[in-house]
């Protein structure tokens, strides 16, 4: 699923979903299949003049890579099939490694198409997550899924480009600038303008990268990832399938007062009670005008039976691994033991508690190395 809104709403100039909607609707008779062919005609005119579109985009113009983007919004309105369009267009794109080692070259991506494509492949290599986010999806479907999400995100990316050189020159540089994960490159991540939990760092370990943070007190609204909870009075839905939607819907009035509030960072998900047996949670950070306990209770209630609840979390030191890119449950993983074992090597500090807590800052289109995520866990002094 996509599910974005493009960055800039531009007119198509081939209506996809005017011209080919017809295709995916119900069979011809027998009259209409003498225009067969000029319908398949059709296609492939709107295919290549899309792939075009795409060349067009790497190279420096921004606004056929919003076009794009707002040819796949069209299309999921109208019940077009937007994967096979994304689809579509990532068989256009070569294998950077069949490619001549000249297209390596930055300098020729100016002048060579191929060197374009040859750097449009490589970032879609990088923007692409290496694990799956659900794991019962089949390793085809799930890398192609990946791919379509990766390209969509690359399109946005390509569409607030501007500069000198090819627009995927820029993309790619970036790209691999960010990948650098050191503690200033990821703190300059987060999103501008979005409240997010005040702390101090106490101590930084240049080794491991872990932070020891003092957090100060800040109140959140949870929702269990693991139960079920009523959609209507007729059906339920398991909290972990769209406990995200829930919990924003919380913030942008969805409320006992009907109340909109502003947009907060990050989503954290943590164990029920510290202990991985109990479910997990997952928390929105609520605005700081309801950050300590009296004016908790003046905040807006979630509805009854949204399963939904208002928590307080208290002052604590923390410590803390800062990482980019996507975070699925594999590198979720990898990323706690990364944690807890600078921790247990550590001569000042100790765990306070069994497992992490996953903090997600960014948006899911967000370009993978704009991204920044957390795993902490609670600690005190040794």
Same mark, same amino acid.
């Given at each position: 699923?996509?599910?974005?809104?493009?960055?800039?709403?531009?007119?198509?100039?081939?209506?996809?979903?005017?011209?080919?909607?017809?295709?995916?609707?119900?069979?011809?008779?027998?009259?209409?299949?003498?225009?067969?062919?000029?319908?398949?005609?059709?296609?492939?005119?709107?295919?290549?003049?899309?792939?075009?579109?795409?060349?067009?985009?790497?190279?420096?113009?921004?606004?056929?890579?919003?076009?794009?983007?707002?040819?796949?919004?069209?299309?999921?309105?109208?019940?077009?099939?937007?994967?096979?369009?994304?689809?579509?267009?990532?068989?256009?794109?070569?294998?950077?490694?069949?490619?001549?080692?000249?297209?390596?070259?930055?300098?020729?991506?100016?002048?060579?198409?191929?060197?374009?494509?040859?750097?449009?492949?490589?970032?879609?290599?990088?923007?692409?997550?290496?694990?799956?986010?659900?794991?019962?999806?089949?390793?085809?479907?799930?890398?192609?899924?990946?791919?379509?999400?990766?390209?969509?995100?690359?399109?946005?990316?390509?569409?607030?480009?501007?500069?000198?050189?090819?627009?995927?020159?820029?993309?790619?540089?970036?790209?691999?600038?960010?990948?650098?994960?050191?503690?200033?490159?990821?703190?300059?991540?987060?999103?501008?303008?979005?409240?997010?939990?005040?702390?101090?760092? $106490?101590?930084?370990?240049? @080794? &491991?990268? =872990? !932070?020891?943070?003092?957090?100060?007190? *800040?109140? /959140?609204? +949870?929702?269990?990832?693991?139960?079920?909870?009523?959609?209507?009075?007729?059906?339920?839905?398991?909290?972990?399938?769209?406990?995200?939607?829930?919990?924003?819907?919380?913030?942008?009035?969805?409320?006992?007062?009907?109340?909109?509030?502003?947009?907060?960072?990050?989503?954290?998900?943590?164990?029920?009670?510290?202990?991985?047996?109990?479910?997990?949670?997952?928390?929105?950070?609520?605005?700081?005008?309801?950050?300590?306990?009296?004016?908790?209770?003046?905040?807006?209630?979630?509805?009854?039976?949204?399963?939904?609840?208002?928590?307080?979390?208290?002052?604590?030191?923390?410590?803390?691994?800062?990482?980019?890119?996507?975070?699925?449950?594999?590198?979720?993983?990898?990323?706690?033991?990364? $944690?807890?074992?600078?921790? @247990? &090597?550590? =001569? !000042?500090?100790?765990?306070?508690?069994? *497992?992490? /807590?996953? +903090?997600?800052?960014?948006?899911?289109?967000?370009?993978?190395?704009?991204?920044?995520?957390?795993?902490?866990?609670?600690?005190?002094?040794?």
């Amino acid at each position: 699923s996509l599910g974005f809104v493009s960055p800039h709403k531009v007119s198509p100039k081939v209506g996809y979903s005017q011209n080919i909607q017809p295709l995916f609707q119900s069979a011809p008779s027998t009259s209409e299949t003498s225009s067969e062919a000029p319908l398949q005609s059709q296609i492939e005119d709107v295919e290549e003049t899309s792939k075009g579109l795409l060349a067009d985009a790497i190279n420096f113009n921004a606004t056929c890579a919003s076009e794009i983007l707002s040819k796949v919004n069209n299309m999921r309105e109208n019940g077009a099939p937007a994967e096979q369009y994304l689809d579509d267009l990532l068989s256009s794109v070569p294998d950077a490694s069949s490619l001549p080692f000249w297209t390596r070259s930055k300098l020729l991506a100016r002048f060579s198409r191929r060197a374009r494509m040859a750097s449009l492949s490589r970032t879609l290599d990088i923007a692409t997550p290496l694990f799956p986010e659900n794991e019962n999806e089949s390793e085809s479907a799930g890398e192609q899924r990946r791919r379509r999400r990766a390209l969509a995100t690359l399109l946005r990316s390509l569409a607030a480009d501007k500069g000198k050189r090819p627009l995927i020159v820029n993309v790619e540089k970036k790209a691999m600038r960010a990948f650098k994960e050191d503690s200033t490159n990821l703190r300059n991540r987060l999103p501008e303008g979005l409240e997010t939990p005040e702390y101090e760092v $106490l101590a930084r370990r240049a @080794s &491991s990268r =872990m !932070e020891i943070r003092r957090y100060q007190p *800040f109140s /959140t609204c +949870a929702v269990s990832m693991d139960q079920t909870r009523p959609i209507n009075a007729n059906a339920t839905e398991l909290g972990g399938a769209s406990s995200f939607g829930a919990l924003s819907g919380y913030l942008f009035g969805e409320n006992d007062q009907s109340t909109a509030m502003n947009m907060t960072t990050p989503v954290l998900t943590s164990p029920i009670g510290g202990g991985e047996d109990s479910g997990r949670q997952m928390e929105v950070v609520l605005p700081s005008e309801y950050w300590n306990s009296s004016s908790l209770s003046k905040a807006p209630q979630p509805l009854k039976g949204s399963g939904m609840t208002l928590q307080q979390r208290e002052s604590e030191e923390r410590a803390v691994l800062m990482f980019g890119g996507y975070a699925p449950k594999k590198e979720i993983d990898r990323r706690k033991k990364e $944690l807890l074992a600078s921790l @247990s &090597s550590d =001569m !000042e500090w100790k765990q306070a508690e069994e *497992f992490p /807590t996953v +903090a997600q800052y960014n948006d899911p289109f967000t370009a993978p190395w704009r991204r920044l995520n957390e795993v902490s866990i609670k600690v005190v002094k040794k």
